[in-house]
């Protein structure tokens, strides 16, 4: 007979399991949506997701561009936030 202690420990690590597949798949639905949506102007951004909360990193072209990713990864099914601190932006000047 197994002892209590044991079978919580085997439910919580599956418990766990089951909530990184879930952060992966939203992850993944939200880089596709962010692909789709913007195309070459997503190229250098990644997500990440941990409970529910979307993280995007990398580069994009313009301020616009990335208040535009932002607002599509939020729309994505299991997402409750996104935020965009690691996002940089080129600039140039013509001087």
């Known amino acids: 007979m197994k002892s209590p202690l044991a079978i919580l420990v085997l439910a919580i690590g599956l418990a766990g399991a089951a909530h990184a597949q879930a952060a992966t798949t939203e992850g993944a639905a939200a880089q596709q949506a962010l692909q789709t949506a913007m195309g070459d102007k997503a190229k250098d951004l990644t997500v990440s997701v941990s409970n529910g909360v979307a993280n995007l990193q990398g580069w994009a072209q313009q301020p616009s561009d990335v208040d535009q990713a932002r607002y599509i990864v939020s729309k994505t099914p299991g997402?409750?936030?996104?935020?965009?601190?690691?996002?940089?932006?080129?600039?140039?000047?013509?001087?």
């Open 79 to 95: 997402i409750t936030q996104a935020r965009s601190t690691q996002v940089h932006t080129w600039t140039t000047t013509n001087r």
